[in-house]
């Protein structure tokens, strides 16, 4: 009995708690990738017409604070009547390459009242294991938008993220460090 219980119970226990250790409290050991302003801007351009190859307007942009603001403020600059939102969702631990990242938490979001029947577009930097944009779709649906699009610098997400109007799909992680992190 004590041997099934070993290896029927303990043993997946202890590897549940090991990838719960590594996913939400570990410092991850990617490659560094540092992207140049002319990268972002380029992604920045495929991304727009991308927007503009949609069958409706946009007409709110939301970004997710703070990695996408960036992006936001790009696409913004070349939208026409356009108003903008903000999420703000916190999941890394540090503001350096490589550092921890918690469990997303929602701290707010401004201008809602140009979300409510509108057809947003959630911007963000980086979408990877999906948590940060999930959260942040959860949050603008209780708004009550017409409908929401997802636009992102770098997709690493191969799964349910690959409609996500996207600068650049990635193969493999790395540790993307953008020009206004340096």
Partial sequence: KCKNYISDILVPLLCAILYIREVFFMKSNYEIQNVTWDQIEKLSSKILNQINDLDEKIDTLVPVFRGGTPLAMLLAANMENVSTACIHIKRSKENIPNSEFGIPTHK???????????????????????????????????????????????????????????????????????????
């Fill in 108 to 182: 707010g979001t401004t201008n809602s009242k140009v979300i409510t029947g509108k057809n947003i577009l959630l911007v963000e930097d980086i979408i990877d294991n999906g948590e940060t944009i999930e959260l942040a779709i959860k949050e603008a649906e209780k708004l009550k938008p017409n409908r929401i699009y997802i636009a992102t610098l770098f997709n690493f997400n191969k799964g349910k993220y690959s409609n996500v109007i996207t600068g650049e799909k990635m193969e493999s992680h790395c540790w993307i460090v953008f020009p206004w992190e340096r």
